[in-house]
Nanobody
Framework: QLQLVESGGGLVQPGGSLRLSCAAS????????MGWFRQAPGKEREGVSC????????YYADYVKGRFTISRDNDKNTVYLQMNTLEPEDTAVYYCAAAPLITIATMACAREGFRSWGQGTQVTVSS
């Protein structure tokens, strides 16, 4: 069965960096749209970054552009989210998600377009 497992979260000071990893099993990443989402307490889950097979068409939320980078290693069947210059506002649970088709929703990095989700990893940015 399709499974996604996130790792790499933790506590980091403002201005610091983290790299999140999402290891996939039961399917090949190269055939899926992959996305990173985050959800803070009391807030809706929001799309951070999503990528089809072509990284050149990756989506980034405005608040992370220039700071976060999504990438994938198809040989390792893993997708990454490199997060730099982290801010307290980035504090949230970060989720990895996968979708088998490119759709309007997945291109917009909308959560309703993704059917498979990981358990999430906590990212806390605080001094």
């Amino acid at each position: 069965q399709l499974q996604l497992v996130e790792s790499g979260g933790g506590l980091v000071q403002p201005g610091g960096s983290l790299r999140l990893s999402c290891a996939a099993s039961g399917f090949s990443l190269r055939d899926y749209v992959m996305g990173w989402f985050r959800q803070a307490p009391g807030k809706e889950r929001e799309g951070v970054s999503c990528t089809p097979e072509s990284d050149g068409r990756s989506y980034y939320a405005d608040y992370v552009k220039g700071r976060f980078t999504i990438s994938r290693d198809n040989d390792k069947n893993t997708v990454y989210l490199q997060m730099n210059t982290l801010e307290p506002e980035d504090t949230a649970v970060y989720y990895c998600a996968a979708a088998p088709l490119i759709t309007i929703a997945t291109m917009a990095c909308a959560r309703e377009g993704f059917r498979s989700w990981g358990q999430g990893t906590q990212v806390t940015v605080s001094s």
